[in-house]
């Protein structure tokens, strides 16, 4: 017992531990969801101004409101500063872990092997980047294993009220995360389609459709009254974006391919650090016997429907995240995360173990795997978490905007007067600079009433530009190459590890 509770505490450790530096910076995405929750708290408004919004307007599309909103008592008590924002998502990604413990406690009655699944829901990145992330991305899975328990709850004990309660977590997980408006109720198909035949009458597992269907006027109201709102992200993801119907099919095609194979599970993962460390694919080698007895589990035992649903889920996880241009795309794909977990949990215990009651798998025990698997995930695991708070941060900088709230805090000390910034010190990884007005709203605490009224030049800080006519007695912050003779150097800031590229800040004289 004492091992279990040593494993769970080491890894709620991990996922909580250096929040602020690994990954580094804060990503202008991150910034505005921080903002917003700020300025709910103080006015009930979004950063427009719009009073209590049901989704939040940003960089031209519209972002999802669980995250922002339950991120509001994190700023409540820590203040706007990134420990706060990510703490929520770390929150998540162990409500993940305990959700899938106790999934396979349902379908194992075994303690221990529900703290392996928490242990390796905890350490598998596909899930732990975007738990230290202020993304919504991993609101989504939550929500997802959430609704399941409950229908696996309402098939077991026969309650209507556990139908409506899978019906509700499941409209959460559409307001989670943009794939969530597909993944939520191809979910909820499955799990209909799966257990017919299974629990109560069909009546009463109407209630989660029922339930489903009402919690999603809101958002039916809210398209209504912004029409194109909630499309016009997936407009420009869209396989259909950059090609006709017939080569957008062959695209889709391909995606789904690439979102099973070997290199994105296993060997490279997604190649955007935001998302991904760099090491190892979304999934760790020593799971593949695992999810093969497991996948051979759920055909053989085809009259479990909760094991079955299980495999469906895993099986038809890329058709969503497929119809994006961009495969590989370890956010679009994390609904399928903690489901992978569960069938390799699953099958991991028929491999090693046997079900109660039956014999072990074909061959006996096979010692050999066992030693074969334990090694291997003594060596995958902990290289992860080295190369995660070793090496990681320092090449993750430029895809985290990294060092520039320091920036804007040298820049803003001791200083009252016009602040004038060059857009090129905001650029990420892909050459655009990101409004950067929001990071000095969030790194400031700027007052959201009066950005409401008159924008950021409320505060006094302005754009700059080659030919900007600066004020006498203020402060500029220039990129590389734009140096200033004529302007005291007041501090240089490095931006991103290994690309040359800083921040200089400047006071112009007084007249």
Known sequence: MAGLILAVGAVVAFRLVRLDLSPPGFYADEASIGYNAFSILRTGRDEHGRLFPLYFEAFGEFKNPIFIYAAVPAVAMLGPQPVALRTVAAVFGLGVCILVALGVLILTADRRWAVAGFVIAGLIPWLVLPGRVAFEAISLPFFLMLGWLFWIRAIEKGGWIWFILSGLAHAFAFYAYSTGRAVAPLHLIILVLT?????????????????????????????????????????????????????????????????????????????????????????????????????????????????????????????????????????????????????????????????????????????????????????????????????????????????????????????????????????????????????????????????????????????????????????????????????????SFPLAKGTGRQARIYQVPQE
């Open 195 to 491: 257990f017919r035949g299974h629990g109560p009458a069909g009546w009463v597992r109407a209630g989660a459709a029922a339930a489903f269907v009402v919690a999603l006027l809101p958002a039916l109201i809210w398209s209504m009254a912004n029409p194109g709102s909630l499309g016009s992200r997936f407009a420009d993801v869209s396989v259909l974006s950059e090609a006709g119907p017939f080569r957008a099919g062959i695209r889709f095609v391909l995606n789904l391919i690439r979102y099973v194979s070997p290199g994105f599970l296993f060997t490279d993962g997604d190649p955007i650090l935001r998302h991904h460390s760099g090491t190892g694919g979304v999934l760790y080698l020593f799971l593949i016997p695992g999810l093969v007895f497991g996948i051979l589990s759920a055909i053989r035992r085809g009259s479990d429907p909760r094991l079955r649903s299980i495999f469906y889920i895993c099986l038809l996880f890329p058709l969503v995240p497929s119809l994006t241009h961009r495969s590989f795309h370890l956010l679009r794909s994390i609904h399928a995360a903690p489901f992978f977990v569960l069938l390799a949990v699953i099958g991991s215990r028929e491999l090693f173990s046997g079900r109660a009651g039956e014999e072990r798998a074909p061959g006996g025990k096979p010692a050999w795997l066992l030693v074969l698997v334990l090694a291997s995930a003594g060596l995958e695991a902990p290289t992860y978490v080295y190369e995660l708070f070793k090496k990681y941060p320092a090449r993750a900088e430029i895809f985290f905007q990294a060092h520039v709230g320091e920036v804007i805090e040298a820049v803003r000390a001791g200083h009252d007067g016009p602040i004038y910034y060059d857009p090129t010190v905001f650029r990420d990884e892909s050459g655009k600079s990101n409004r950067p007005e929001i990071h000095f709203l969030f790194w400031g605490g700027l007052d959201p009433e009066t950005y409401h009224e008159g924008g950021i030049e409320e505060f006094d800080i302005r754009r700059w530009t080659r030919g900007t006519v600066v004020d006498p007695g203020s402060r500029v912050i220039l990129g590389e190459g734009r140096e200033e003779a004529e302007w005291s150097l007041t501090g």
